[in-house]
């Protein structure tokens, strides 16, 4: 067992210090020691991995790292979170650094290998970067494709448009959408692009339309959906919309299975309105299904907490700093399902089970001064213990989960302005 203090933290979970965890899985990628300890209320603390800067910025490096002790004694300064009975460990991981004015990140495993892959926005000419995870330290040597916009990418998404088995990327311009072509070989080429006529703030993919492609969904000052109903794979076009009032600069969205009446729907924020809103597609037509206040909700996903088939929404709050778990009840009404209390400023938020213990987590990307990756873990009763911090090298502006080495283990992506940071399952030899 080399999670050996994992009794100092309670029956089921444990937070320890490097010394009790790193160093012995192979070729962990262990990070220097940083800065002084976080602000977190765990044992995590802070780490700044040393970074260097390719000489192209299309082509940026990943930053260095430093090998942890490998005699037992460990490192000091290292964030390393070992919880459930297996001690499994997350650990930060190495620091990509691409100095393009990220926006956004997604993720999937791009090239059909055994790790999943992040594509990550970007507000400057080289505006779409695909990075591939590897076993040890993954995603080294994001490769950058231009658009043709000369826009900023503000958000990101992934889905297998034509149907080829091969994942294909999104990304939406302040005005417009490109639709990359994924290859088997995880390259990727314009194949299509697609005028939105109004403002784009968020981006999501649905199956809004059976036996048809994936459809597109954005939000902005209207809520589109965009399908390739009888035309080509890659020609899409708005099949409906819907004005959402007042040109908000402050909305987002979520696609989940959240209305019994209706699958998928859309669950929006309104930060300008204070407002949460879910949308189902009637005939041809979005029509708002439910609507709930809540304080500045600032970011919104979909999951099934409790197993029983619809998901909830789970919606980060500006104003408390909470997270609150939502359940429609019978007359499409929302309901409290559980909280979180973050007491962080929060800009991203994902929810995945990340100790692999049948309960869902919630995953937060923060801003300040650095950001951080914090995660709360959830129970079979809707209750969160947290937060465990994991700090990044900057505010992060968005986030995904996926398993980017490749041991079955999700790990997290945390994007901010000039960089990715990793938070990596560590390799676990336990039995
Ligand atoms: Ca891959
Ligand atoms: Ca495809
Ligand atoms: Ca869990
Ligand atoms: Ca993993």
Same mark, same amino acid.
């Given at each position: 067992? *080399? ?8 029956? *089921? ?29 765990t044992?995590?603390?802070?780490t700044?991995?040393e970074? $260097? !800067? ?6 940026a @490096?990943?930053? #260095? $790292? ?7 004694t460990g490192?000091?300064?290292?964030t ?9 460990c997350?650990?930060?991981?190495? !620091?990509v ?5 990220l926006?956004?990140?997604?993720? +999937? &495993? ?9 594509v990550?926005?970007a507000g ?22 231009s658009?043709?916009?000369?826009t ?16 294909d ?5 302040p ?10 070989? +995880? ?27 994936? $459809? ?10 965009? $399908?390739?109903? %009888?035309?080509?794979?890659?020609e899409y ?9 007042? &040109? ?14 209706a699958?998928?729907?859309?669950g929006?924020t ?6 949460v809103?879910?949308? !189902? ?9 439910s609507s709930?206040s809540? %304080? ?23 104003? %408390? ?7 429609l009840?019978?007359?499409?009404d929302?309901?409290?399902?559980a ?16 100790n692999?213990? +049948?309960?869902l =987590? ?8 650095? +950001?951080?990756? !914090?995660?709360?873990?959830?129970d079979a009763?809707? #209750? ?5 911090e994991?700090?990044a ?5 968005d ?11 999700? =790990?997290?992506a945390?994007?901010?302005?000039? #960089? ?5 399952? @560590?390799?676990? &030899?336990?039995?």
């Amino acid at each position: 067992m *080399w999670c050996a203090r994992r009794e100092f933290c309670g029956a *089921w979970l444990c937070a320890v210090a490097t010394a009790a965890c790193a160093g012995e899985p192979p070729g962990l990628p262990s990070v220097s020691s940083g800065s002084e300890g976080s602000s977190g209320t765990t044992v995590a603390s802070s780490t700044s991995a040393e970074t $260097t !800067v390719g000489p192209d910025p299309d082509t940026a @490096t990943t930053g #260095s $790292t430093s090998a942890g002790s490998d005699d037992g004694t460990g490192t000091t300064g290292e964030t390393v979170l070992c919880e459930g009975p297996l001690g499994l460990c997350h650990a930060l991981g190495s !620091v990509v650094v691409l100095p393009e004015d990220l926006t956004s990140i997604a993720h +999937g &495993n791009f090239d059909g290998d055994e790790y999943e892959d992040v594509v990550v926005g970007a507000g400057s000419r080289t505006q779409v970067h695909v990075a591939f995870g590897t076993a040890f330290n993954p995603l080294q040597a994001p490769q950058g494709y231009s658009t043709q916009f000369d826009t900023d990418v503000v958000d990101v998404a992934v889905a297998d448009l034509d149907g080829d088995g091969v994942l294909d990327i999104v990304a939406a311009h302040p005005l417009d959408l490109t639709l990359l072509r994924g290859a088997p070989d +995880g390259t990727f080429s314009i194949a299509g692009q697609v005028g939105v006529g109004s403002s784009v703030l968020d981006l999501a993919i649905g199956d809004f339309f059976p036996d048809q492609s994936p $459809t597109i969904v954005t939000v902005g000052a209207q809520l589109r959906l965009f $399908t390739s109903l %009888g035309r080509g794979p890659f020609e899409y076009f708005v099949a409906t919309s819907a004005p959402l009032g007042s &040109n908000s600069a402050q909305r987002s969205l979520t696609v989940g299975n959240l209305d019994p009446s209706a699958t998928p729907a859309i669950g929006l924020t309104h930060r300008d309105a204070s407002l949460v809103s879910t949308h !189902v597609l009637e005939r041809i037509d979005v029509v708002q299904a439910s609507s709930l206040s809540l %304080g500045l909700p600032v970011a919104i996903t979909a999951a099934d907490f409790d197993g029983a088939g619809l998901d909830e929404l789970v919606v980060a709050s500006g104003s %408390g700093d909470a997270v609150i778990v939502h359940q429609l009840g019978p007359n499409g009404d929302f309901a409290e399902l559980a909280r979180a209390e973050p007491a962080y400023d929060v800009t991203a938020l994902e929810v995945v089970d990340f100790n692999i213990d +049948g309960n869902l =987590d919630i995953l937060f990307g923060t801003d300040g001064d650095p +950001g951080a990756i !914090v995660v709360f873990l959830g129970d079979a009763g809707f #209750s969160f213990i947290g937060p465990f911090e994991f700090l990044a090298n900057e505010a992060l502006v968005d986030l995904t989960v996926g398993d980017f080495n490749g041991d079955g283990i999700p =790990d997290a992506a945390g994007v901010g302005m000039s #960089s990715i940071t990793l938070v990596l399952s @560590t390799p676990t &030899n336990a039995g």
